[in-house]
């Protein structure tokens, strides 16, 4: 065949695709999602196989083994046990609550660690809601925000670098920006959970945490998968708002999501593969229905829609296999 172009010239050896690779993933890319308890020792999570939640010691343990790997940022989500949770969720605001004090612990270990700290108030609500619920079962927004800054400043406090809000609250960008302003926390970071939508993929995530909702759903606070363009105007408003790193949840079944935020803003965006992601994957490779590179090509992908940085479950795995090359 007489061909001007012939594409596979620039597959036909590693050299020449590595020449032109369009996308890396490194260790400094991830951030690693764990799973922490008051107490001693790991608890297996059955949905989540080979994902534990985690008791002071393991989390030391666990940590080291993910800093060792050039992992430097962990996101913590407490596990509270059922006689702390409320229907105001105030425990979120103890300053020596399971939090805080790992916040604590972290830092002093590694005190160039980057700990990321999750506000919303499902693990503290007797709900299992992000918010608090009224009486009809409506979830408050401007009261829910307003514990959501104590939280914040809870957290800012123990020594949290970013404070990452997934509650999906109208305003609680700007409203918890103000409060760590006013407090002097100028330097702490904000990773918003931007465009977070109502999914089905957060299951694995609610039985680790025990923290789904008790009835209804949170679709009048997260996003309707059926949408893209609504991502954009949350993204308008948290850039408003003063956020510093915006985020798409779920990543792989939304990577158009990804690609949208990463063309509309200057920000960095990340993406988090997140709990049902994890369980699909690791599931399939269990059986032997996948080979364990897919878990490494799920990330790429996720990077190639242009996320900059992926929250991951995978992370210190992933991290061991990119060291080994
Ligand atoms: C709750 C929160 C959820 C996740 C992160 N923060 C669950 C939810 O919104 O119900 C999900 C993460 C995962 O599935 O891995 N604020």
Redesign the pocket.
């Known amino acids: 065949m007489k061909l001007p172009s012939r594409p596979r010239r620039n597959r036909k050896s590693a050299p020449i695709r590595d020449f032109h690779r369009e996308t890396w993933l490194h260790p400094s890319h991830l951030i690693y ?1 764990v799973f922490i308890f008051d107490g001693d020792g790991r608890q297996p999570i059955p949905s989540m196989p080979g994902c534990d939640r985690l008791g002071r010691d393991a989390l030391l343990e666990d940590v080291a083994k993910a800093y060792d790997q050039g992992i430097r940022s962990v996101v913590l ?1 407490p596990a509270i046990a059922e006689h702390l949770k409320s229907s105001d969720g105030k425990e979120a605001k103890n300053p020596d609550g399971l939090v805080p004090e790992t916040i604590r612990t972290l830092k002093k270990q590694w005190p160039d660690l980057l700990v990321v700290t ?1 506000v ?1 108030l ?1 693990p503290y609500s007797s709900d299992g809601h ?1 918010g608090i619920v009224a009486s009809d079962g409506r979830i408050l927004n401007d009261e829910t925000v307003e514990v959501l800054c104590g939280q914040a400043l809870a957290q800012a406090r123990a020594g949290a670098d970013i404070i990452s809000p ?2 999906m609250m109208d305003g609680r960008i700007g409203a918890i920006r103000t409060a760590l302003d006013n407090e002097g926390f100028t330097e702490v970071s904000i990773l918003a959970y931007t465009a977070k939508y109502a999914s089905k ?2 299951g ?3 039985d680790a945490l025990d923290s789904a909702p008790k009835f209804g759903d ?1 679709k009048t606070y ?1 996003m309707d998968p059926a949408n893209g363009r609504e991502a954009l105007r949350e993204l308008a408003l948290d850039e408003a708002e003063g956020a510093d790193i915006v985020m798409v949840k779920p990543a792989g079944p939304y990577l158009d999501v990804i690609h949208r935020v990463r063309q509309a803003t200057t920000l960095p965006v990340a993406a ?1 593969q ?3 992601e994890y369980a699909m994957l690791q599931g399939a490779v269990d059986n032997g229905w996948l080979e364990e590179s897919a878990i490494l090509e799920s990330l790429i992908a996720i990077r190639r829609a242009g996320a900059d940085i992926i929250l991951t479950y995978f992370a210190p795995r992933v991290a061991a296999w990119l060291n080994e090359d």
């Open positions: 999602p989500f999750d919303a499902d992000d997934s509650d993929f957060y694995p995530f609610r949170k997260q988090y997140v709990s049902g």
